[in-house]
């Protein structure tokens, strides 16, 4: 996990770097660890937090940094979708079933909540009026069309990193400390210790469906994914439940620590500089 968040913040600092910022690897990696500690109580909320973070400690607009996040995010779902072919392909069929049930209850689920989606659709549409009425008022659509131009452009500009190659590796190496992330959680618990690499990285990637919902950490989405690839395996219901929650709680309580001892290092050095008068 310390491995794999430090690709992640060398990754974040080169899409940073591809967009004219040079901020210090010891900025960027406290950012992200406080957007991981704020993930794991509320929904994605973290990486808006990360980069406010990062405003304070470095100068680089919300914008420009919020443009990367999003750009990393578009390469992890690439990455995610490239995965779970390659896994339909390998194991399509024991996942037809599991595809064809899922693919039921969600035109099922749209169908009967056609007026509440509706009633939705409306009230975003309102709230997004009334936003603009709002922002008219007080003269703040200049500020904001400007927020979404340096946003656009940085996220276009990302898809033509001068790094390719180093991002690459990078994001290889990401998933590749994820599945070995779940690989040890496998071997940690006898009922799964004799179970694959493989069967780790069909894992990872049917879980991390359940980590893109928006929800706390991935808390019940993923664990739901989990259990039902766990089932189709002929494993117990009860070791996929065990299971999810290990991976999950590891994680959760990774972030957490690493999070609160961030906050305490940084505010400690603020404290530190300003007793010595810096």
Request: charged letters at 15%; one cysteine or more; a positive charge.
């Amino acid at each position: 996990l310390i491995v794999m968040f430090f690709f992640r913040a060398y990754r974040w600092r080169l899409l940073i770097k591809n967009n004219g910022n040079h901020p210090d690897i010891k900025n960027v990696s406290y950012s992200l660890l406080l957007g991981f500690f704020v993930n794991s109580f509320t929904p994605k909320l973290g990486e808006i937090i990360r980069c406010t973070s990062l405003q304070k400690s470095t100068g680089i607009p919300v914008s420009k940094s919020f443009g990367t996040v999003i750009s990393e995010r578009i390469y992890d779902l690439l990455a995610l979708i490239l995965a779970v072919i390659f896994i339909l392909v390998l194991e399509f069929g024991r996942l037809r079933d599991l595809i064809i049930t899922a693919g039921y209850s969600i035109r099922k689920s749209i169908t009967s909540n056609l007026f509440n989606l509706a009633l939705l659709i409306i009230g975003l549409l309102l709230f997004i009026i009334a936003l603009t009425l709002i922002f008219r008022h007080y003269k703040l659509m200049d500020k904001i069309k400007s927020f979404l131009k340096e946003f656009w452009h940085t996220v276009k500009n990302t898809f033509r990193i001068k790094s390719s190659r180093i991002f690459a590796l990078q994001t290889i190496m990401i998933w590749f400390f994820m599945v070995l992330v779940n690989y040890c959680c496998l071997r940690a618990l006898p009922s799964t210790e004799n179970l694959s690499l493989y069967f780790a990285f069909i894992v990872l990637f049917v879980g991390t469906i359940g980590w893109a919902i928006p929800s706390p950490g991935g808390i019940g989405t993923s664990h739901f994914f989990v259990l039902q690839l766990f089932l189709l395996f002929n494993l117990s219901e009860k070791t996929g439940i065990t299971y999810g929650l290990l991976i999950n709680g590891v994680t959760v309580l990774f972030t957490i620590a690493g999070g609160m001892l961030a906050i305490i290092i940084v505010n400690s050095f603020k404290l530190v500089k300003k007793a010595s008068g810096g």
